[in-house]
C-alpha cells in the first residue's frame, strides 16, 4: 500500500508542479498582456492628445480664418454701400445740373461716343422739353447727322440710334459700364 500511496503522492506532485508551471506561465501571460495594453493604451492617450492638439490649432486657425473673413465682409459692405451712395449721388447731381450745364455734358458725351452718319436721337421726355433750340444742330456739326425721336430713352442721357445700331448713352448705362473705375475712385475715397 505503500507503493501505492507513493505513486499517488507522486502523481499530486506532478500535478501541482504541471499546475504551479501553467498557473505561472498563465500570470507571465496576463502580465505581458497588461503591460502590452498599457503601452498600447498610452500609445492611444498619446495619438487622442496630439490629435485634439491638431484639432484645437485647426480650430483655433478656423475661428480666426472666420474671423479675419467676417471682418473683411463687414468692410466691404460698409464700403460697397458707401461706393453706391457715392455713385448715386454723382448721378443725381448729373440729373440736377442747370440745363446749359446739363446739355453741355450731353454735348461732350457725344463728341466722345458719336458715329459718323445719320442718327435718331432719343431723349427721355423732361429732357425733350428742355432740350436748347439748338442742340441737334450742335451734336450734328460735332458728327453725322441727327434727327431727334418721339420715342423716349429709357432714362437721362440719350440715345442714339444708327440704324439697327444704338448707341446708349444714358447715364444708366453709362454708370453701370463704368461701375467698377468709379467704384474704384470712391473706394479711395472711402479709405482717406
Known sequence: ???LQDIT???????????????????ECVKNIRTEYAEEIARVRAKNAEVLKEIGETAKENAEFALRAKEREAILSVENSTVAEIIA???????????????ALLTDIYRNNAEDGE???????????RMPEDF????????????LSEEDAPSAGFVVRYGRVELN???D?????????????????CKE
Open 1 to 3: 500500500m505503500a507503493g
Open 9 to 27: 503522492d507522486k502523481i499530486i506532485s506532478d500535478a501541482k508542479a504541471v499546475r504551479d508551471e501553467k498557473i505561472a506561465a498563465a500570470e
Open 89 to 103: 449721388e454723382a448721378k443725381d447731381r448729373i440729373l440736377k445740373l442747370p440745363t446749359n450745364e446739363y446739355f
Open 119 to 129: 442718327g435718331e436721337l432719343l431723349l427721355t421726355k423732361a429732357d425733350r422739353e
Open 136 to 147: 441737334l444742330k450742335t451734336l450734328s456739326g460735332i458728327k453725322g447727322k441727327l434727327t
Open 169 to 171: 448713352c444714358t447715364f
Open 173 to 189: 448705362a453709362i454708370f453701370e459700364d463704368k461701375y467698377n473705375l468709379f467704384s474704384d475712385i470712391a473706394s479711395q475715397c
